[in-house]
């Protein structure tokens, strides 16, 4: 399948997506507390996006070959829970650690993005985990130019989360996003420079790190999305869709509350 290039019309609509998306985020963050469950982060989230925002959210129903729909409108993923996870009745405690991922769909096109949240404080070892992997989604997006190659990308990811003794899941990666939830090409979070596809402006994808503490091997659970990590080791993910320039990049999941990039060479 050949990797859509966006045309400005396109990418401007994309921008209005990728913002709607960043906001859903603003919005819900200061319901991520002790004592909600994920269900009602869903039900807040899903109310937000159809009516204040006029928006559709992707993932309800959302059935790639080999799934049963997802049922429910974001997907929140608590602690050793990789991605995929389906809110419902389980109660947020003080530590937890949650990834929110939010896409919404509005005026034919996708923004997707998810954000790392804190319950109550958490572990030194868990906020150091949130830390890195937030500067890997960026290491990875700081390659990001016309000309530049996805393999560019995914060693940047790779070497910054091995660097603190970290794993990279291997089995799901960004994506191409547009008219469709997930398009071509497949952005790997781990490579070698100078291999890859070259990217070229015009070009919208997602960066969507899952970093683990333990080892990087993964399972479902019986429900048929959960992703957790097989040693039970915590794990995070921050995502941005962002359009490729010819001079870089620019991100279009942004928002006023979306935290800032980290300082360049964050170690
Ligand atoms: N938002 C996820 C991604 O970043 C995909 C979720 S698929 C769903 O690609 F069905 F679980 F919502
Ligand atoms: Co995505
Ligand atoms: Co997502």
């Known amino acids: 399948m050949a990797v859509v290039l966006k045309t400005p019309d396109e990418a401007?609509?994309?921008?209005?997506?990728?913002?709607?998306?960043?906001?859903?985020?603003?919005?819900?963050?200061?319901?991520?507390?002790?004592?909600?469950?994920?269900?009602?982060?869903?039900?807040?989230?899903?109310?937000?996006?159809?009516?204040?925002?006029?928006?559709?959210?992707?993932?309800?129903?959302?059935?790639?070959?080999?799934?049963?729909?997802?049922?429910?409108?974001?997907?929140?993923?608590?602690?050793?829970?990789?991605?995929?996870?389906?809110?419902?009745?389980r109660v947020l405690k003080p530590g937890d650690i949650v990834n929110i991922d939010v896409t919404v769909i509005k005026d034919g096109f996708h923004g997707d993005s998810s954000r790392m949240f804190f319950v109550g404080e958490p572990s030194i070892q868990a906020r150091r985990l949130v830390e890195v992997t937030y500067e890997c989604m960026w290491a990875g997006i700081r390659q990001v130019r016309a000309g530049a190659q996805l393999g560019d990308l995914g060693s940047a990811i790779q070497a910054h989360a091995e660097q603190h003794g970290y794993s990279v899941v291997r089995e799901f990666c960004g994506h191409g996003i547009g008219r469709r939830f997930h398009e071509d090409p497949q952005v790997l979070h781990y490579g070698k420079p100078g291999t890859g596809l070259r990217l070229e402006a015009g070009m919208t994808f997602t960066v969507e790190p899952m970093i683990n503490?333990?080892?990087?091997?993964?399972?479902?659970?019986?429900?048929?999305?959960?992703?957790?990590?097989?040693?039970?080791?915590?794990?995070?993910?921050?995502?941005?869709?962002?359009?490729?320039t010819e001079s870089g990049f620019e991100v279009l999941t942004t928002s006023a509350g979306a935290p800032p990039p980290p300082a360049a060479a964050a170690a």
């Open 12 to 89: 401007a609509k994309m921008r209005v997506a990728g913002r709607l998306a960043a906001e859903v985020l603003d919005y819900i963050a200061p319901h991520v507390r002790a004592g909600v469950t994920t269900g009602r982060l869903n039900d807040l989230s899903h109310a937000y996006i159809v009516q204040v925002q006029g928006a559709t959210p992707a993932p309800l129903n959302y059935a790639p070959p080999g799934y049963k729909p997802f049922p429910k409108s974001i997907c929140t993923s608590v602690n050793h829970q990789v991605c995929h996870g389906i809110p419902g009745d």
């Open 213 to 244: 503490a333990g080892k990087a091997a993964i399972r479902e659970l019986a429900d048929g999305w959960t992703i957790v990590t097989k040693d039970h080791s915590l794990s995070a993910q921050w995502e941005h869709t962002v359009l490729v």
